[in-house]
């Protein structure tokens, strides 16, 4: 159901179809002031919206909202609304933080830094032929992890991988300096920051920068046997470039949570390739509930005059 649209804040849904109902829902019990506005509402209603909540928008899908002041993201990666050519210039976008969304990835970090430490996949097979396995491995002080990306999530993971003791290193855009993480800045440290890197966790935005970056000269500088956990971007991995470093062993084992094409396709070489990972870019999800509370506290702002937190520089790309 569309609302009529006299004096009401409305909130164009260029979400995900069949979860509309599911955040009509959550905005009704969380800010009942807001109303969404679907894809099936009239131009007039459609032109009346002062934001937006989108993923993937189609392409000009965004135009037709006249009066729009602020697009939020549904998540934390805002790719999939910049690949929309004709997207309002001149209208903020924000990016998703919240608490749900970052503690998901910490999880989600942490048990395949933990998988990829431990190799548990050795005492998987192990019971499965059921083998009493002798397996070591180093103690985490010994182990070197690189976190790739030191913003919101990957400043929380690295964090919470501090707390397990890991030889920690973070790499970033700009600099930055964390307590117990050898911190590495730009393009010029690269090499520097993977010297040495067993396993290295890429929560890198999708950018003109990022796009592609995990492939052969990446892989390279890595030491043989590698771990490569992707929680970025699809885009970000040169996919045949990651199959050849597996075979030749430069990467060890990997784990991909995102893809070029998603779902990944069933004849996909991924599915069959040993110690490679798959998990089905569910890492982590926004929270409808806590992102309603954070949209309807930055509109709150927005309509008082205040600035609206965590907005995406078009020029950067994140
Ligand atoms: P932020 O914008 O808070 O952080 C991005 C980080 O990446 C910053 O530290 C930034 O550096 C760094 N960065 C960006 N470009 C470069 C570059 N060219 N070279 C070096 N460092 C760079 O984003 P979030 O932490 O909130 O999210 C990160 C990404 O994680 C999202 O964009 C999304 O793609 C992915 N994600 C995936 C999910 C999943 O389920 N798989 C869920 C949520 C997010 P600086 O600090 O210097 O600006
Ligand atoms: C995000 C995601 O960017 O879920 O939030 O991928």
């Given at each position: 159901?569309n609302?009529?649209?006299?004096?009401?804040?409305?909130?164009?849904?260029?979400?995900?179809?069949?979860?509309t109902?599911?955040?009509?829902?959550?905005?009704?019990?969380?800010?009942?002031e807001?109303?969404?506005?679907?894809?099936?509402?009239?131009?007039?209603?459609?032109a009346?919206?002062?934001?937006?909540?989108?993923?993937k928008?189609?392409?000009?899908?965004?135009?037709?909202?006249?009066?729009?002041?602020?697009?939020?993201?549904?998540?934390?990666?805002?790719?999939?609304?910049?690949?929309?050519?004709?997207?309002?210039?001149d209208?903020p976008?924000i990016?998703?933080?919240?608490?749900?969304?970052?503690?998901?990835?910490?999880?989600?970090?942490?048990?395949?830094?933990l998988?990829?430490?431990r190799?548990?996949?050795?005492?998987?097979?192990?019971?499965?032929?059921?083998?009493?396995?002798e397996q070591?491995?180093?103690?985490?002080?010994?182990?070197?992890?690189?976190?790739?990306?030191?913003?919101?999530?990957?400043h929380?993971?690295?964090?919470?991988?501090?707390?397990?003791k890991?030889k920690l290193?973070?790499w970033?855009?700009?600099?930055?300096?964390i307590?117990?993480?050898?911190?590495?800045?730009?393009?010029d440290?690269?090499?520097?920051f993977?010297?040495?890197?067993?396993?290295?966790?890429?929560?890198?935005?999708?950018?003109?920068?990022?796009?592609?970056?995990?492939?052969?000269?990446?892989?390279?500088?890595?030491p043989?046997?590698?771990?490569?956990i992707n929680?970025?971007?699809?885009?970000?991995?040169?996919?045949?470039?990651?199959?050849?470093?597996?075979?030749?062993?430069?990467?060890?084992?990997?784990?991909?949570?995102?893809?070029?094409?998603?779902?990944?396709?069933p004849?996909?070489?991924?599915?069959?390739?040993?110690?490679?990972?798959?998990?089905?870019?569910?890492?982590?999800?926004?929270?409808?509930?806590?992102?309603?509370?954070?949209i309807?506290?930055?509109?709150?702002d927005?309509?008082?005059?205040?600035?609206?937190?965590h907005?995406?520089?078009?020029?950067?790309g994140?």
């Open positions: 159901m609302p009529t649209t006299d004096g009401e804040t409305l909130l164009y849904f260029a979400g995900i179809g069949e979860r109902e599911t955040w009509r829902q959550v905005f009704q019990d969380v800010a009942p807001i109303i969404i506005v679907d894809r099936d509402a009239t131009p007039e209603q459609k009346a919206c002062q934001y937006a909540l989108a993923w928008p189609r392409p000009g899908e965004l135009t037709a909202l006249s009066k729009l002041q602020a697009i939020f993201g549904l998540g934390a990666g805002v790719d999939g609304i910049l690949a929309d050519n004709s997207l309002p210039s209208v976008l990016r998703m933080v919240e608490s749900g969304l970052t503690q998901g990835m910490v999880e989600y970090c942490l048990w395949q830094v998988y990829h430490h190799r548990f996949w050795e005492t998987e097979a192990a019971q499965r032929q059921h083998h009493w396995l070591y491995y180093p103690a985490p002080w010994d182990r070197t992890v690189g976190v790739m990306g030191l913003g919101e999530i990957g929380a993971v690295a964090t919470q991988l501090m707390s397990f890991f290193r973070g970033s855009r700009t600099a930055k300096v307590d117990g993480v050898s911190c590495f800045v730009s393009l440290s690269l090499p520097a993977l010297n040495g890197c067993e396993i290295v966790l890429c929560l890198l935005p999708l950018t003109a920068e990022t796009r592609g970056f995990l492939n052969a000269d990446f892989f390279a500088h890595l043989m046997g590698a771990a490569l929680a970025g971007r699809g885009a970000q991995l040169n996919e045949a470039d990651l199959l050849a470093a597996m075979r030749f062993g430069r990467i060890g084992s990997a784990t991909l949570d995102v893809f070029q094409t998603e779902p990944l396709p004849e996909h070489p991924f599915w069959r390739q040993e110690r490679l990972f798959i998990t089905p870019h569910n890492a982590s999800f926004t929270d409808p509930r806590a992102a309603a509370q954070a309807h506290r930055q509109i709150s927005h309509r008082s005059g205040l600035p609206l937190q907005v995406v520089d078009r020029t950067r994140y």
